[in-house]
T-cell receptor, first 115, second 109 residues
Framework: GAVVSQHPSWVICKSGTSVKIECRSLDFQATTMFWYRQFPKQSLMLMATSNEGSKATYEQGVEKDKFLINHASLTLSTLTVTSAHPEDSSFYIC???????????FGNGTRLTVT | GQQVMQIPQYQHVQEGEDFTTYCNSS?????IQWYKQRPGGHPVFLIQLVKSGEVKKQKRLTFQFGEAKKNSSLHITATQTTDVGTYFC?????????FGAGTILRVKS
């Protein structure tokens, strides 16, 4: 089945630094990738939709200058949390699909802790 | 804001009892998908419903899509301890998938 690899699985960083999270589709080409944020015991909140070769579409309330998304190829999307603060600590999950209306395949997620 | 409502938020059942979670949308959905997330894990796709009134079964799980394509349910018959986790519905609204809040299922053995 389709596999999405997300790296790193966890990261601890100091306030003010930037963190990059990678999301790769291993055995299919992902025309669209999605980035979600999940708080403990809560649902997945869509942050942005990433399309290969074009600018990401951000959801209302998500700062695009803070959460930089790059979808450089059909198999790789990256999320960079810039100038991280403790309130950015969360579980970030990417997902990908290979064609429109296909089910999503999720990465394992990245636990970000900002100290 | 949240456009797909899911209830209940939490359910604790005795092993062998049935379980149902419901999703409602104020907007007609193109399709609805169901995912299961085990504690500490990531969401895993279970099924997709597309047609009005569609019913699909996977062993002890029964999924329904309402006639108006605005609501859906997941029913588990005779729950087992392996069923524990959070069940999310996700409705297709235009180009994106909007997740419900999820229902946390705990099963007492």
């Amino acid at each position: 089945g389709a596999v999405v690899s997300q790296h790193p699985s966890w990261v601890i960083c100091k306030s003010g630094t930037s963190v990059k999270i990678e999301c790769r589709s291993l055995d299919f080409q992902a025309t669209t990738m999605f980035w979600y944020r999940q708080f403990p015991k809560q649902s997945l909140m869509l942050m942005a939709t990433s399309n290969e070769g074009s600018k990401a579409t951000y959801e209302q309330g998500v700062e695009k200058d803070k959460f930089l998304i790059n979808h450089a190829s059909l198999t790789l999307s990256t999320l960079t949390v810039t100038s991280a603060h403790p309130e950015d600590s969360s579980f970030y999950i990417c997902s990908a699909r290979d064609f429109d209306r296909a089910p999503l395949h999720f990465g394992n997620g990245t636990r970000l802790t900002v100290t | 804001g949240q456009q797909v409502m899911q209830i209940p938020q939490y359910q604790h059942v005795q092993e062998g009892e049935d379980f149902t979670t419901y999703c409602n949308s104020s907007t007609t959905l193109s399709n609805i998908q169901w995912y299961k997330q085990r504690p500490g894990g990531h969401p895993v796709f279970l099924i997709q419903l597309v047609k009005s009134g569609e019913v699909k079964k996977q062993k002890r799980l029964t999924f329904q899509f309402g006639e108006a394509k605005k609501n859906s349910s997941l029913h588990i018959t005779a729950t087992q301890t392996t069923d524990v986790g959070t069940y999310f519905c996700a409705g297709r609204l235009y180009y994106k998938l909007v997740f419900g809040a999820g229902t946390i299922l705990r099963v007492k053995s």
